[in-house]
């Protein structure tokens, strides 16, 4: 298999940080040769620091990613970009709201540093011409009545060769590196990530749920697809008519009835 550093120069907080302007998100910048998993870390070793909001935690290889559903996110060491974003918030929260957002925020990353223009696959998945290229996993955690900790993972699948996916994902996986023609700079993508990110999370309301709900809906694969979800344990099938950061996904139900879904409940079958 090829060296998966090829074209990119490595990954170092420096390197990152250098000449951006950010205000919250990228404050501090972590990069972990190894580490279990970004958002674990996040969560059990940064988030007590009420000095840790904002920032960024980048590993070069995780020994238990995880996505969605409490499914495996694996990588080949240097192979992507597996970034945490660690927020402390004190204010309401609404689950939807961040995962948009973030969705947004990496699918603009990967615009400005490829010039690919990958789509939202509602609710997190960043797709490009049919295949997944990255996930997104929200997590949160109460802080002892001093708000909540949300750390946003992102898994970017870069530098991966069709062989170096795993098997069982087939042709449904794909990678910058599989479907740019230009080399693939994880040292941009990382840089244009914390800035998309810093754009969309700097301040409460500094991007309105509005145009939140504009960017997503600009670049959502599915308004108008059918899908079949469950929610509550049971399953629907229908169009999707809208997404909506307060109310959540709207559904035309193939019974004729309209019904909407809150993202946090629901599952994609
Ligand atoms: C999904 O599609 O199910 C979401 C995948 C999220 C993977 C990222 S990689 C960085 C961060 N750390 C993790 O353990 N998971 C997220």
């Known amino acids: 298999m090829m060296p998966m550093h090829a074209h990119s120069p490595d990954l170092s907080p420096e390197r990152i940080t250098q000449g951006l302007r950010i205000e919250r998100v990228g404050r501090r910048v972590l990069v972990l040769p190894e580490v279990d998993s970004t958002n674990t870390y ?83 998945d960043i797709y490009l011409r049919g295949r997944k290229l990255g996930g997104i996993l929200v997590e949160t955690r109460a802080m002892n009545g001093n708000g909540v900790a949300v750390a946003a993972g992102i898994g970017l699948n870069c530098l991966q060769q069709r062989g170096h996916l795993p098997p069982e994902l087939g042709e449904t996986a794909t990678s910058l590196e599989i479907e740019s023609e230009q080399p693939v700079d994880r040292l941009a993508l990382a840089r244009a990530m914390i800035l998309c990110l810093d754009h969309h999370f700097k301040r409460r309301n500094a991007v309105s749920d509005d145009e939140i709900a504009a960017a997503w809906h600009e670049r959502c694969g599915d308004r108008g697809q059918r899908v079949t979800l469950s929610s509550l344990g049971q399953s629907f099938s229908g169009r999707v008519i809208d997404v909506n950061p307060s109310a959540g996904l709207l559904l035309q139900l193939d019974n004729g009835t309209r019904r909407e879904f809150d993202l946090q409940t629901i599952t994609r079958a």
């Open 42 to 124: 996040a969560l059990d070793r940064l988030a007590a620091d009420p000095d840790a909001d904002g920032t960024v935690i980048i590993a070069e290889y995780q020994t238990a990613g995880r996505g969605r559903f409490g499914r495996a996110w694996q990588s080949p060491r240097g192979a992507s970009l597996l970034l945490t974003m660690l927020l402390r918030e004190t204010g309401p929260l609404r689950g939807s709201r961040t995962v948009m957002a973030a969705s947004v925020a990496v699918a603009e990353a990967v615009e400005e540093a490829t010039l690919l223009a990958p789509l939202i696959r509602w609710p997190n």
